[in-house]
């Protein structure tokens, strides 16, 4: 039984145990594939995301003391925009350290909590990592997640050349014994190169594997015919990732789930590949102006977080929190019962609507019995 239910069953609150907070819109990369919505050209298939006005430091204090002791969250993941540009980002990570969040002991013993430190992610392009910031996260006990999208194509994605700058601060961070993971997402641009990139990053100390393809969203939405993978070239990407992950004897996962139907019945030995949805179940987002959405690909702001007691009955939360969102090609499909048909708000951004069918899917991939 995951945490989430485990809580819920015990009354407490009813949002994800992992709290995804953007800490700014700003950031030093201007990278093809970004997927924040306030990125998203004028012709993007939805309402503008404006950029309204950054939280402060005192009032993100404020929601990490509330997520905690009122909501059991006890996974933080800081991200952006680019985390390191954020303003007491080290006071938000030390005041974190302070608290206790309840973490559910999931066995098949009676239902019991445990009192921890709570988790803490901090996502950065390494574009401003210094010996400071590893000092730190290393004090604190931070997970960090460097993003790899490429080594030859890495300046064409991002606009800046420093792929070896992230691999040696990856080696550095390794060294300080930094939980590290490799955040890596894969375009049409460096899938060619991305066994190279994954041995890289394995070699230079990366303990895991975080991989995404690219979704277009954002400022990706305006190359996505450059960018998007076919259903073949994704599989591809899995395999290429599986072998590096034996190779390596690295764990490593897909972010963003698939339809069951592109698999094509292949499993991997060491990629785990999810095909069900987990936003509004296992996270959520918080934006830089304290707005919850249900996923950071989503454009679709819900309520603030000052209320976030009106949250549970809003009707775009119910529906991904009751998987209400499935195409209707997806119920001729034998596998619908293990499968959500891919990203849903994938197919939200890029065709108008949550109930549009994955990018990645064709009508001659429903499987019947």
Not at 90 to 99: A, D, G, K
Request: charged letters at 25%; aromatic letters at 8%.
């Amino acid at each position: 039984m995951s945490e989430d239910k485990v809580n819920c069953l015990a009354g407490r609150s009813c949002l994800p145990s992992t709290a995804v907070m953007e800490m700014t819109y700003r950031c030093n990369h201007e990278c093809l594939y970004c997927s924040c919505p306030w990125e998203a050209p004028a012709s993007a298939p939805h309402e503008p995301y404006a950029k309204e006005e950054e939280l402060s430091t005192e009032k993100w204090k404020s929601i990490l003391t509330a997520l905690t002791k009122e909501h059991d969250c006890c996974h933080l993941a800081f991200t952006g925009g680019e985390t390191l540009l954020k303003e007491g980002l080290e006071e938000l990570l030390r005041h974190v350290v302070s608290l206790k969040a309840r973490f559910p002991v999931v066995d098949d013993g009676p239902l019991r909590f445990e009192d921890k430190t709570p988790e803490i992610y901090v996502l950065s392009n390494g574009r401003l990592m210094s010996d400071k910031w590893l000092d730190i996260f290393a004090e604190l006990k931070v997970h960090l997640s460097l993003s790899l999208p490429g080594l030859s194509a890495f300046a064409d994605h991002t606009g800046h050349d420093t792929s070896q700058r992230v691999l040696d601060w990856m080696k550095k961070a390794s060294e300080r014994e930094i939980p590290l993971t490799a955040n890596v997402t894969v375009t049409k641009k460096n899938l060619g190169e991305l066994f190279e990139t994954l041995s890289q990053a394995f070699l230079h100390g990366a303990d895991m594997l975080l991989m995404n393809r690219f979704m277009p969203g954002g400022r990706g939405l305006a190359h996505a015919d450059e960018l998007v993978l076919s259903a073949e070239e994704v599989l591809q990407m899995c395999e290429i990732a599986d072998e590096v992950l034996q190779l390596s004897n690295r764990p490593g996962s897909l972010g963003t789930e698939l339809p069951l139907c592109v698999l094509q019945g292949k499993t991997f030995e060491k990629l785990q590949v999810g095909t069900r949805c987990s936003a509004a179940k296992e996270f959520f987002v918080i934006d830089p102006s304290g707005f919850i959405r249900c996923c950071n690909h989503s454009p679709i702001r819900i309520v603030h977080w000052d209320e976030v007691d009106k949250l549970a009955e809003h009707p775009y939360w119910r529906r991904f929190v009751e998987r209400d969102y499935l195409p209707d090609q997806c119920f001729e499909c034998s596998l619908m019962t293990e499968c959500d048909g891919g990203c849903r708000e994938a197919a939200h951004v890029q065709k108008g609507s949550v109930t549009a069918e994955d990018p990645l899917w064709d009508p001659s991939m429903i499987v019947r019995d």
